[in-house]
């Protein structure tokens, strides 16, 4: 009986991955909601259905802010929003965002938190201001550029380099 059944070919359906794409950050609303991840290395938030980061408040501008990862720390430049980008209550124009810092982009305040070091950050932190990290060559970025004190020669002076003459051989 249930041999005469015709049997079918059974695909199991497919399975979708549970992984959660790679984030650079996050920013979750203080006073609740859900956190918004940091999906790229540039991008532009405002009210625009265009905009990396949407948020469908009437406050907000079109492009109000873009955020930019530099060496491992995010930076934020106001685009010169109506309503005003600020870190931790100052406003400002362009600013890098600490772990922990609060953004708030018009009336609407964001818990900003990430890795530096996860990011790729090397050393202290660099300028506050992002104009100042672009300023600066990479090798000055990464402060390769730093020599110890000793090994600096004074101007006009030319380095010297002592060989003990018992190592010499002839």
Known sequence: MADD???????????????????????????????IPLLKRELLVGRRESCDIVLRFANVSAHHCQLFLVGGYWYVKDLKSRNGTRINGVKIGEHRIDPG????IARHRYLFTYSPIELGAVGPPPDDDISGVF????????GLDRR??????QTGERPRIEIPSDDLEC
């Open 5 to 35: 059944v015709p049997q079918r070919d059974h695909k199991p359906a497919p399975v979708r991955s549970q992984a959660k794409p790679a984030s650079f950050g996050q920013m979750a609303p203080i006073g609740g909601g859900d956190p």
């Open 101 to 104: 810092d609060e953004l708030q």
């Open 135 to 142: 300023s600066a060559s990479l090798i000055q970025r990464l």
């Open 148 to 153: 110890p004190a000793n090994t600096i020669p």
